[in-house]
């Protein structure tokens, strides 16, 4: 039988097609346990039938929203992966791309891990991914990255040299960063990795951030013209606050995703103590509301740092 391993979430993501209030209130009061799936002593994942069920729905309504929203990097890096439509893939497949492409791999996880290892695995150039996948209760709304969101949302675009070298960079950065610059660093990431955007001219801006391209409802929001599109400062970036259980405000637009490059080789902690120096900037409106989310109490986190 299949090993798994216990996950207790207790966080949300903003890939949503539910409404603010009851985002809001599914937060507080539902946490969903799920089972990471350990691979068999030949290192292959056993996915029950109605979990490839839920990934065959996934990917063919995710599918249907891509064309024109996404940049041309991620599309064609999702052609290399020629991921399957009917199964969750094995993650082997995806690393025999990756390393061909730019040498990363994906590294099995549960849903909480610490910053260390986080960090630790994209300086190593391994991307964490966590084994499991959302239920039908959460098919709109999952609280922890799933496989979906990491596979689909992300790896695509590990397979282009800029946005590969600004992950092992960010990891880097993060193991040498105290808890008070890697909430700073979060930021950068957020902004950037999960819900960034590329091409200054209106007509041309394309999605390559996996938090809106593993979400139809943010891919159709965030080049709707609804949001406030700001050209990426590195500075301002990391002054902005966000929440992870919103449809994001405010997105920041890099010019290519070559500018992911100069991002990595500019000096991203000088940055940063100037930003913590001005301080943070007043919070979007649509960010306020009586119920502010709680504070992380532990170092055990999602496979992303989502503090805000």
């Known amino acids: 039988m299949n090993k798994t391993t216990t996950v207790f979430s207790f966080q949300k993501k903003s890939t949503t097609n539910i409404p603010p209030e009851r985002r809001r209130n599914i937060m507080e009061h539902h946490a969903h346990s799920y089972l990471a799936r350990e691979p068999d002593t030949q290192g292959f994942i056993h996915y029950p039938p109605e979990e490839h069920a839920v990934w065959q729905d996934l990917i063919a309504r995710q599918q249907a929203v891509l064309p024109n929203r996404a940049c041309p990097e991620y599309l064609n890096g999702l052609a290399n992966l020629d991921l399957p439509h009917h199964n969750i893939p094995q993650l082997g497949d995806i690393d025999s791309v990756l390393q061909e492409t730019t040498g990363w791999r994906t590294a099995a996880v ?15 150039k391994a991307f964490p991914v966590a084994t499991f996948i959302r239920c039908r209760e959460d098919f709109d709304y999952i609280q922890e990255p799933d496989i979906f969101h990491e596979i689909v949302g992300h790896c695509p675009l590990l397979t282009h040299p800029a946005f590969a070298a600004f992950n092992e960079t960010y990891g880097k950065l993060g193991l040498n960063a105290d808890k008070t610059e890697r909430v700073f660093l979060a930021r950068l990431y957020w902004f950037t990795i999960e819900f960034g955007l590329v091409g200054r001219n209106p007509t041309e801006r394309r999605i390559y951030g996996g938090g809106i391209l593993s979400s ?13 599109y700001r050209e990426f400062n590195i ?48 919070p979007h409106p649509s960010l306020l509301d009586q119920h502010p989310p709680k504070p992380c109490l532990s170092e055990n986190h999602r496979t992303k740092p989502k503090l805000n």
């Open 235 to 282: 500075i301002d970036v990391l002054r902005t606050p966000y929440r992870i259980d919103r449809i994001q405000p405010i997105y920041y637009v890099i010019d290519s995703i070559d500018t992911l490059f100069d991002i990595a080789q500019t000096n991203i902690m000088e940055a940063m103590r100037s930003a913590m120096a001005k301080g943070l900037f007043t």
């Open 216 to 228: 139809p409802a943010e891919t159709e929001y965030a080049l709707s013209g609804q949001p406030e």
């Open 110 to 124: 549960p849903a909480l891990i610490s910053f260390r290892r986080f960090f630790g695995l994209l300086a190593d």
